[in-house]
């Protein structure tokens, strides 16, 4: 500022010849006085964000940057106020993950310790019933830890689609015959009904994938209806592409938790039992790797997929 000052007042005096000292010692420090007041409040959220910077490397994510005016600046405090938003969010979920992750490992390992111990101690005899119940935990704990490495690739984008065309009505066949084994495996005598709207129905899908989406919401409807109800599977053409349902009879999921049950870890009710609550998510996952979306439709027992037209 002192430069230019100089520059442009010695540019004056050339042109003019003459500047009184006094007068023009005293405009330039006016000046400098001036353009640091503005300076230090232009520069006030770039500071601002140099200690936010140093305290989110600390893992303090809660510092935010008043953003008062609409240039630049202003637009790059907004920015960085989000990306401290969106980070406190992914740790915040990165912690809740740990402990659900911690949390529903330990539960099998603890019960399977137990019975292993008892038989150590000779407290049980290893009969078919004790054996069982080892079976059944060792299962769970292979089924969760099989989920979290299925999700873990979903979401890192290590997921390939294998697309093809194939007709949809053997496939929820497919998947229909082998809910069935899993739901007697859970003593659930549900009833499996198919509904294809639209003779020779085709989608253009990764097959693999589309049947692991069906029988995570076969099973879950299964666990969530009545023992004795029915689980339907429906599937019809849409001017926006294919859309699938599945719905059961029990109570549905409440409007306010219906965005939540896809979250991780997340079962739509207490009773539901045996779940790893990763299906929905895993679900959600990958239908959004296709294109699609997936949700809870009316009466809150219907979990309805769209996938796009192709």
Do not use: C
């Amino acid at each position: 500022m002192l430069v230019s000052g100089a520059v442009a007042f010695g540019y004056f005096a050339l042109r003019i010849g003459w500047l009184p000292q006094n007068t023009t010692l005293a405009a330039m420090l006016i000046a400098l006085f001036t353009s640091q007041v503005l300076a230090h409040g232009m520069t006030l959220p770039l500071r601002e964000m140099t200690a936010a910077a140093k305290r989110m490397a600390q893992g303090d994510y809660s510092r935010r940057v008043r953003a008062t005016s609409r240039d630049e600046v202003g637009q790059l405090a907004e920015a960085f106020n989000q990306m401290a938003a969106d980070l406190a969010a992914a740790d915040q979920q990165r912690r809740e993950f740990i402990a659900n992750v911690s949390h529903e490992l330990r539960t099998p390992i603890t019960a399977l310790g137990a019975v292993l111990e008892n038989l150590v101690d000779g407290v049980s005899q290893p009969d078919p019933a004790t054996l069982r119940t080892a079976l059944a935990q060792t299962e769970r704990l292979s089924l969760l830890v099989s989920e979290l490495l299925a999700l873990s690739s979903v979401e890192a984008g290590a997921v390939a689609l294998d697309r093809e065309r194939f007709a949809l009505e053997p496939l929820l066949k497919e998947v229909v015959a082998e809910a069935e084994v899993m739901a007697a495996a859970v003593d659930r005598p549900v009833r499996f009904t198919i509904a294809v709207t639209g003779a020779g129905l085709t989608v253009d899908a990764d097959r693999a994938r589309l049947h692991q989406v069906l029988l995570n919401l076969l099973d879950n409807a299964t666990r969530h209806g009545p023992a004795s109800g029915e689980v339907r599977i429906e599937a019809r053409p849409d001017r926006t592409g294919l859309v699938i349902d599945v719905a059961d009879d029990g109570p549905g999921i409440p409007f306010a938790d219906r965005a939540r049950v896809f979250e991780r870890f997340t079962r739509g009710m207490p009773t539901s039992g045996g779940g790893t609550g990763l299906g929905l998510a895993i679900a959600r996952w990958i239908v959004e790797l296709h294109g699609g979306s997936i949700a809870v439709a009316d009466p809150g027992s219907r979990i309805r997929v769209t996938l796009p037209a192709t």
